[in-house]
């Protein structure tokens, strides 16, 4: 028997709905976390192969899998080709911290409670401390600009530079607060495009997400759905260039410039519009205020080869 879900994830009824699961289908779960997306997929009767790189989430979801037709894979999304072993239904990934990571102070990913200045999803290599008290001023403020997109960011990183070292997510939400001047009743905790931009770059995120959508396109087979939620900007702009370009809907030349030269067949279809929240699930979860839903079907046609940029 499985067991209830600890928590329900954003969007559930769209992305169940986008990916049509049926009996004796296999479907994909790129990001397990909690299993909300897997035990829905399950119960309607398909077989999951989820992954995730936080060992933490593969321990918990041991139990389900002795239960159910789910195989659980340690391994990076980017990496997927590597635990399926032929083509699949329907992919489905879930951008971005876990609430099961946001939750535990002990992981380092909030400021909302002090731990240790961590923020890594697998667990292993550089911490978000090991970063910030090592990088040099300029590469700190490019991080806190291009992911967090922090036009304050350069003052930021003198700041933190100034405070080195730094080994609680506490000190880091003052430092940063000091630096520009936050007052408790703002509305908006000037940490939170801080901890968002290292937290990417140490998980090394967009990249990861790039490298994966371009795995699942290899994975799916013809007729096969892709459901990709995001929960920022920076995220969900990769996701809907991909599908924009990957279904043939880059926009031409016009008749001042010379035509654009055709790319390969379209590897989707049916790429759908983006899907947003309504107030029922804003009113239960909070969280799910930033999330956004993108979805396609797969071609026929061969996937693009990336190395080349196409």
Do not use: C
Not at 227 to 242: G, I
Request: hydrophobic share 40%; charged share 30%; no cysteine.
């Amino acid at each position: 028997m499985i067991a209830d879900a600890p928590h329900i994830p954003v969007l559930l009824d769209e992305v169940v709905d986008a990916l049509e699961p049926r009996a004796g289908e296999t479907m994909v779960d790129a990001t397990f976390g909690a299993g909300g997306y897997t035990r829905a997929l399950l119960a309607r009767g398909a077989r999951v192969i989820a992954f995730d790189r936080d060992p933490d989430a593969i321990a918990a979801g041991r139990d389900l899998a002795e239960d159910a037709e789910l195989t659980l894979v340690h391994d990076d999304f980017s990496g997927m080709e590597r635990g399926v072993p032929e083509p699949v239904d329907g992919v489905v990934m879930d951008i971005g911290v876990s609430s099961m990571q946001l939750d535990r102070a002990e992981r380092g990913f909030s400021f909302q409670t002090d731990g240790p200045l961590d923020m890594r999803m697998a667990q292993e290599g550089p911490s978000a401390a090991d970063f910030l008290n090592t990088a040099d001023e300029s590469e700190i403020a490019d991080v806190i600009y291009r992911y967090g997109e922090e036009p304050k960011s350069r003052r930021i990183a003198r700041a933190i530079v100034d405070a080195r070292p730094l080994t609680r997510t506490s000190e880091l939400a003052a430092v940063v607060r000091r630096a520009l001047g936050h007052r408790p009743h703002d509305k908006k905790d000037p940490a939170t495009r801080v901890f968002q931009a290292v937290r990417i770059h140490v998980n090394r995120e967009l990249g990861e997400l790039a490298d994966g959508l371009a795995a699942a396109e290899r994975v799916l087979k013809p007729g096969g759905r892709l459901a990709v939620v995001t929960f920022h900007s920076l995220e969900d702009r990769m996701v809907k260039r991909f599908l924009r370009e990957r279904s043939g809907s880059t926009p031409g030349g016009s008749r001042h410039l010379p035509q654009a030269v055709r790319g390969p067949e379209p590897s989707f279809e049916k790429v759908g519009p983006a899907i947003r929240a309504g107030e029922a699930e804003l009113a239960r979860n909070p969280r799910a205020r930033s999330a956004t839903l993108r979805t396609a079907r797969r071609t026929g046609a061969p996937a693009w080869n990336t190395e080349t940029g196409v």
